[in-house]
């Protein structure tokens, strides 16, 4: 599996470097949210907060017409191979382009990494906090080693395996030991295999992710939203209570 992943990852890099002036300017677009959209959320409290946080409105480094474009020549490769192998290449095609397009999608989110500003994006414009430009991406002779931090990050993220239908080989060995003296059905081996690798999976992505978790700038303008909507009610309340004042002294004069 890990070999095909690595397979697909080098025929991608093969179809960006047709273009790579095209791939450069992509990556040199940061991550933008569209501010007034992302201040509608949090003033709206019928939307959930955290489903509709911070929309993004760029596109993928990646666009889809390339993937496209991909899966259109390898389509072209396989007829040209054998008539027996014909019938069982249009079997697995349908499951080749979804595994496929996972990889496309999981490089454009490693991409999205190297980005201005990397995956947060620019600091929204009310925001008072220091964002380093992280973007030293500028050139297309810098395609390379970006590429190669992309395929390591793809290639780490696809060796957890969280997917796999079938145990790995020396995993059953190690299943064995584990249960020696009692039954335990394959199935029951290939759902704990996965819960392991779920684990695994969920451990990075709580480490990959921990700033995020201490970060509470978003928490903080839903704070300052709430306190101008409350501060805007109470200076309402009291311009009609002073007009309503000032018209009963205008009707007790006359």
């Known amino acids: 599996v890990l070999t095909s992943v690595e397979k697909y990852v080098e025929e991608v890099y093969q179809a960006i470097q047709k273009n790579a002036d095209r791939f450069v300017e992509s990556l040199s677009q940061p991550i933008n949210r569209d501010a007034l959209l992302f201040m509608g959320h949090l003033q709206n409290e019928d939307t959930d907060y955290f489903a509709n946080m911070s929309p993004i409105v760029t596109q993928p480094v990646l666009p889809l017409e390339l993937y496209l474009d991909i899966e259109a020549n390898r389509k072209i490769d396989s007829v040209k191979g054998s008539p027996e192998n014909l019938q069982h290449e249009a079997y697995l095609t349908d499951w080749s382009n979804i595994h496929n397009k996972c990889i496309f999608d999981a490089i454009n989110d490693a991409l999205d990494y190297y980005r201005p500003y990397g995956i947060k994006g620019p600091p929204l414009p009310w925001s008072k906090k220091v964002r380093e430009l992280t973007f030293r991406n500028g050139s297309v002779s810098s395609i390379n080693e ?56 969920l451990s990075i992505e709580v480490n990959e992710g921990e700033q995020i978790w201490v970060d509470y700038e978003q928490e903080e303008t839903q704070v300052v939203l709430d306190m101008a909507d409350m501060i805007l009610e109470n200076l309402v309340t009291e311009s009609v209570n002073s007009l309503s004042q000032i018209e009963k002294v205008r009707q007790n004069i006359k």
Not at 146 to 172: D, F, H, Q, R
Not at 181 to 186: D, N
């Open 146 to 201: 970006i590429w190669k931090a992309v395929k390591m990050k793809v290639m780490s993220w696809a060796s957890i395996n969280a997917g796999m239908l079938t145990l790995l080989p020396g995993e059953e060995e190690k299943f064995q030991q584990r249960t020696e003296g009692s039954s335990v059905s394959e199935k029951t081996k290939l759902d704990q295999r996965r819960e392991e690798r779920l684990e695994a999976m």
